[in-house]
């Protein structure tokens, strides 16, 4: 047999293995996890062989398409009273979303590129800088809740959404995780949250615990109208160029919508329906191809340049956040 025999022999075998995974993942669907991270779709057998052979880490999943889900997970993170209104009241006005959108969403992609690819040294330096903006991020007696940055369990629960988003990401765009896997990727996503002030024997022992974890936090889920208010203009944009305008919120509408859980969008108030979903999972599998066929350093943008910015923001006394 010739090497490109071996080569192309290897690859049907690799098919065939994640066809086998999926089947399996979507029975354990069905166990644990089971409504908390949206389902596998079908994929082409060519994708399945693609990653196959990249043999990925869960940090793969950090890649230009995980941009469309952004402002679902912002979404999600929001939905606990105590991080919406911290945000949504922030006095730190270099940092609010809703102002500075370039900003906020720079300092929250390098946050993630740092807690998943980044050395021990630019964790360090990050944590200081996200910590000194986090000091002044506390409630006030006008306040409807009380909130406090530093508060370890609503951190928890920022990561627990990262790391959910990182799971729907990995199954919409990569594929199935067999169950090893898939815990292997869960103990990994800890540094989501012990980056900053969570403490290692906060996060969830195992996934089963995670997913406990998860459905008893939606008691405590609610958004309320002046957070929804702010988080409506995050999706929708009313001061863009009128020749665009509506095709663009229509997009933006529908990533949110579609990468949120639907007790989430009833918080948000927003409609869902088949044709919705069709036009979503068209989309996304469009997308999948794109990404699929993207050389590494494409697909991995802007992650990878993050992290060469944070390293040249600490070379010059850049501020960090």
């Given at each position: 047999m010739t090497v490109e025999q071996e080569r192309r022999r290897a690859a049907r075998a690799a098919g065939v293995a994640i066809g086998r995974a999926t089947a399996t993942v979507a029975g354990a669907a069905r166990g644990i996890g089971a409504g908390i991270f949206m389902p596998v779709p079908p994929r082409p057998d060519w994708q399945r062989r693609i990653w196959a052979r990249r043999d990925p880490g869960f940090s793969d999943a950090l890649m230009w398409v995980s941009l469309l889900a952004g402002r679902a997970n912002v979404?999600?993170?929001?939905?606990?009273?105590?991080?919406?209104?911290?945000?949504?009241?922030?006095?730190?006005?270099?940092?609010?979303?809703?102002?500075?959108?370039?900003?906020?969403?720079?300092?929250?992609?390098?946050?993630?590129?740092?807690?998943?690819?980044?050395?021990?040294e630019q964790k360090a330096v990050y944590r200081r800088a996200v910590d000194g903006s986090h000091r002044q991020v506390r409630s006030t007696p006008e306040s409807p809740v009380k909130y406090n940055a530093f508060d370890r369990d609503l951190q928890l629960w920022v990561a627990a959404?990262?790391?959910?988003?990182?799971?729907?990401?990995?199954?919409?765009?990569?594929?199935?995780?067999?169950?090893?896997?898939?815990?292997?990727?869960?103990?990994?996503?800890?540094?989501?949250g012990t980056t900053l002030q969570v403490h290692p024997?906060?996060?969830?022992?195992?996934?089963?615990?995670?997913?406990?974890?998860?459905?008893?936090?939606?008691?405590?889920?609610?958004?309320?109208?002046?957070?929804?208010?702010?988080?409506?203009?995050?999706?929708?944009?009313?001061?863009?160029?009128?020749?665009?305008?509506k095709p663009v919120n229509d997009l933006a509408l529908l990533l949110a919508t579609g990468f949120l859980?639907?007790?989430?969008?009833?918080?948000?108030?927003?409609?869902?329906?088949?044709?919705?979903?069709?036009?979503?999972?068209?989309?996304?599998?469009?997308?999948?191809?794109?990404?699929?066929?993207?050389?590494?350093?494409?697909?991995?943008?802007?992650?990878?340049?993050?992290?060469?910015?944070?390293?040249?923001?600490?070379?010059?006394?850049?501020?960090?956040?």
């Open positions: 979404i999600m993170q929001l939905a606990r009273p105590g991080v919406g209104h911290g945000v949504a009241e922030s006095r730190v006005e270099s940092g609010r979303a809703d102002l500075h959108p370039v900003k906020r969403a720079r300092t929250t992609f390098t946050y993630l590129a740092v807690a998943y690819r980044g050395t021990a959404c990262l790391y959910k988003g990182g799971v729907d990401v990995w199954h919409q765009f990569i594929g199935p995780m067999d169950p090893e896997t898939a815990e292997a990727h869960y103990r990994a996503g800890a540094v989501l024997d906060q996060w969830p022992e195992d996934l089963a615990a995670f997913e406990r974890y998860w459905n008893d936090s939606l008691e405590r889920v609610h958004i309320d109208d002046a957070v929804r208010r702010y988080l409506n203009d995050l999706v929708v944009k009313d001061d863009l160029p009128k020749l665009i305008r859980p639907q007790r989430f969008r009833d918080e948000m108030r927003w409609d869902w329906d088949d044709e919705r979903q069709r036009r979503f999972e068209r989309l996304l599998a469009v997308c999948s191809a794109v990404v699929a066929l993207s050389p590494r350093p494409l697909r991995e943008f802007p992650f990878n340049v993050l992290l060469l910015d944070l390293d040249r923001r600490v070379r010059r006394g850049i501020p960090l956040v």
